[in-house]
């Protein structure tokens, strides 16, 4: 998809205006019904989660379009709700996901290096979080990276590619991690990136998403609540 299909599309997903017909159906129902099928099976609120129960069941049809044997990054991973979404589609595929998250380490470090959009009190640990993937069913299929999104993709093994890259972590910094990741990406991944509409979401990341989906070839973008995502095909 070239730029200025980008654009229009982006044009269409963040209008207040008409129903949002693509590709000749409403997928607003479509999503809706789906989140409620597939998107209340975890405890948004003991979670700390911040999807909604749309973006949660979409997170796990994604997720179960990986080849087989394919592998999911999430960055920002917080309490594990969005990584538990993500598992449950994967798992179907036999897939894998690393979670990128600071988790309650260092928390002064965490204040100079993160948005502060997340409060940093009470934040779950990886022990917690880890836990909480074990009694989901998801044993063996994670690995919760402690730290940062750009330490994790400077040390990043390239043997390792990437199927699906979920981008919810610094607000400020979506397009750095975008290209941070971008040389490990299979061809044909998933990139979704959370908090990219101008009403549900951050300004910073509706510029950043803007710039991510006009470099290159996209196919399939869709716009689900504040996410908009796409497959990179060039
Ligand atoms: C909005 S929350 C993620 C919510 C989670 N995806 C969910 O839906 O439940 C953002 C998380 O990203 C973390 N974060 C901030 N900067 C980060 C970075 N550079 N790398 C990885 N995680 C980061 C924050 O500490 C916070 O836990």
Redesign the pocket.
């Known amino acids: 998809m070239a730029e200025d299909s980008t654009n229009t599309f982006l044009e269409k997903a963040w209008s207040d205006k008409g129903p949002k017909l693509i590709s000749g159906f409403s997928r607003p129902v479509y999503h809706n019904l789906m989140g409620l099928l597939r998107g209340r099976r975890y405890d948004k609120r003991a979670?700390?989660?911040?999807?909604r129960h749309t973006?949660?069941a979409m997170l796990t049809q994604w997720a179960g379009q990986v080849p087989e044997g394919g592998v999911v990054v999430?960055?920002?991973?917080?309490?594990?709700?969005?990584?538990s979404y993500l598992l449950r589609g994967l798992k179907k595929r036999n897939g894998r996901v690393y979670a990128?998250?600071?988790?309650n380490s260092d928390l002064d470090k965490?204040a100079q290096?993160?948005?502060n959009?997340?409060p940093?009190d009470n934040?779950p640990t990886r022990a917690l979080v880890a836990e909480r993937l074990r009694r989901n069913g998801f044993e063996g299929r994670f690995e919760l990276i402690e730290?940062?999104?750009?330490e994790?993709a400077a040390q990043w093994d390239p043997a390792v590619k990437i199927d699906f890259l979920?981008i919810?972590?610094?607000?400020e910094?979506a397009w750095r991690?975008f290209k941070d990741f971008q040389p490990h990406l299979n061809p044909g991944a998933r990139v979704a990136v959370?908090?990219a509409h101008p009403r549900y979401g951050y300004q910073a990341v509706v510029q950043d998403v803007k710039r991510i989906f006009s470099e290159g070839a996209w196919a399939d973008l869709e716009h689900v609540k504040s996410i908009i995502t796409g497959r990179k095909v060039g």
């Open positions: 979670y700390g989660g911040m999807i973006e949660a999430e960055i920002g991973c917080y309490g594990g709700l969005s990584t990128i998250d600071p988790f965490q290096l993160t948005d959009l997340v940093l934040k730290g940062y999104s750009q994790a979920w919810d972590g610094n607000h910094q991690d959370h908090d």
